[in-house]
């Protein structure tokens, strides 16, 4: 006769154990997977956030390049304006011909001290002589312009941009 008490089926149907060394292998084997599942996306998601930032840095530093081109190229046409400007005014001319000397470089002197003042671009403005010995220097320091007085002016004939 078969038993059919009620502890008698519990008993008949609960799980079959597992070994204890079997169930560690499985969840150690399933730990590195799930592991190495959450490791290898951190990394490329690291990897991506990492490269974006390089993209975003390289068009950062080619937009700052961009504008540092362009104010550089803003600076020279300024530069070269006014050197043209100086060079075509009659006063220079006068003077390079030898006309009214004394009056000439008054008229220079107000000539760069009013170009020092708006432009506020050139700490000094200089006309030198053939023999290297400034004729005329304005002096633009801490937002004001000014003529330098005849006895302060130097000889540049041993500079890197004086030839003669």
Not at 81 to 87: T, Y
């Amino acid at each position: 006769m078969i038993e059919t008490s009620p502890t008698s089926l519990l008993e008949k149907q609960s799980p079959p154990q597992i070994p204890f060394r079997v169930f560690a292998v499985r969840f150690v084997f399933y730990t590195i997977i799930i592991l190495s599942v959450f490791i290898g996306i951190g990394v490329a998601v690291f990897h991506i956030q990492t490269s974006l930032e390089i993209k975003e840095n390289n068009v950062k530093n080619k937009s700052a390049i961009a504008i540092a081109a362009n104010l550089a190229t803003h600076d020279f046409e300024t530069v070269i304006g006014d050197l043209l400007f100086l060079s075509s005014d009659d006063t220079a001319k006068g003077f390079l011909e030898g006309n009214n000397i004394e009056n000439s470089i008054i008229a220079i002197q107000e000539e760069f001290l009013n170009l020092s003042r708006t432009r506020q671009l050139y700490d000094q403005v200089r006309l030198i002589g053939p023999s290297g010995n400034e004729l005329v220097r304005v002096n633009f320091a801490n937002g004001k312009s000014t003529i330098v007085a005849p006895e302060n002016l130097q000889n540049k004939f041993n500079r890197y941009y004086f030839s003669a």
